[in-house]
């Protein structure tokens, strides 16, 4: 795979996943270097307010049968508390996790 940039510092699709820790809406620690081996989705959703934020969040539970813990996670980062917790918890598994980073 040809890198898109050369920038230092810059991450592209198929770079190893850089450690980070956080915790989950569920209170979960999450610590990405564990999932080395799988493909790795961050999406840095912000604001769910947001519009945009909004649309995409839709479009990626579309997708919700093709995470799997084997092979594939996610991780939707937020930067503020969404409005109707108890539908992210539904959402929280080990394939799916939602980031708390207010």
Known sequence: MTALSTRPGKLVLGDPVPWFSARTLGNAHVDLHVDAGRWVV??????????AASGELTELLSLVPFFEEARAVFYGILSEPPADLSTFLS????????????
């Open 42 to 51: 961050v999406m840095f959703l912000g604001s769910l307010a947001a519009l």
């Open 91 to 102: 959402f929280d598994n080990p394939a799916m996790n939602f980031v708390t980073d207010y």
